[in-house]
Antibody
Framework: QLQLQESGPGLVKPSETLSLTCSVSGGSISASGYYWGWIRQPPGKGLEWIGSIFYSGSTYYNPSLKSRVTISADTSENQFSLNLSSVTAADTAVYYC?????????WGQGTLVTVFS | QSALTQPASVSGSPGQSITISCTGTSSDVGGYNYVSWYQQHPGKAPKLMIYDVSKRPSGVSNRFSGSKSGNTASLTISGLQAEDEADYYCCSYAGSSTWVFGGGTKLTVL
């Protein structure tokens, strides 16, 4: 059974960089054909795809966030990470990591990140 | 890349059927058979209910079904139950390894 677990600071100051890691167990992030992605949900609002990294290492980002987002993977640790720079209060959200193909099939439990000075 | 359009809310009585629409464009919903639907209860992670427009993952009730016509996809829940009360989100592949979600629909079981 694949499990994903987000980790990282729950509070980030405005203008700083939000950094989160998704640890994967029960499967390899190098497994052929899968993307590993990040999705966020501001309080009381809908889901937004942030970006994904393919098993090959190629990355894909939401155009609206592309200038601030970096997703990377550490295959030795079987985890992948999200960096979102120059954060503002609008980046306050629950951040989920997920495994996907043409759909988001497995999700982490999510972690709340608050941008607060 | 704009969010897909869903009604903000729908409601139905136990035993009834409801349908939630999800409207996009020819660049996402209309262009690919990769529409998926997610159920989210308060404080929980989303759960995959339908993928590839109309396929159900193992373990999902056959009361849930999906379809698509042109740029609009639909999720139908038949035989409504109290446990179906949740938020529902559609999602579509939008080309070039990008995805777009709908704004979400709150389902109330009366």
């Amino acid at each position: 059974q694949l499990q994903l677990q987000e980790s990282g600071p729950g509070l980030v100051k405005p203008s700083e960089t939000l950094s989160l890691t998704c640890s994967v167990s029960g499967g390899s992030i190098s497994a052929s054909g899968y993307y590993w992605g990040w999705i966020r949900q501001p309080p009381g609002k809908g889901l937004e795809w942030i970006g994904s990294i393919f098993y090959s290492g190629s990355t894909y980002y939401n155009p609206s966030l592309k200038s601030r987002v970096t997703i990377s993977a550490d295959t030795s640790e079987n985890q992948f990470s999200l960096n979102l720079s120059s954060v503002t209060a609008a980046d306050t959200a629950v951040y989920y990591c997920a495994r996907l193909t043409n759909y988001f099939q497995d999700w982490g439990q999510g972690t709340l990140v608050t941008v607060f000075s | 890349q704009s969010a897909l359009t869903q009604p903000a809310s729908v409601s139905g009585s136990p035993g009834q059927s409801i349908t939630i629409s999800c409207t996009g464009t020819s660049s996402d919903v209309g262009g690919y058979n990769y529409v998926s639907w997610y159920q989210q209860h308060p404080g929980k992670a989303p759960k995959l209910m339908i993928y590839d427009v109309s396929k159900r993952p193992s373990g999902v009730s056959n009361r849930f079904s999906g379809s698509k016509s042109g740029n609009t996809a639909s999720l139908t829940i038949s035989g409504l139950q109290a446990e179906d009360e949740a938020d529902y989100y559609c999602c579509s592949y939008a080309g070039s390894s990008t995805w777009v979600f709908g704004g979400g629909t709150k389902l109330t079981v009366l």
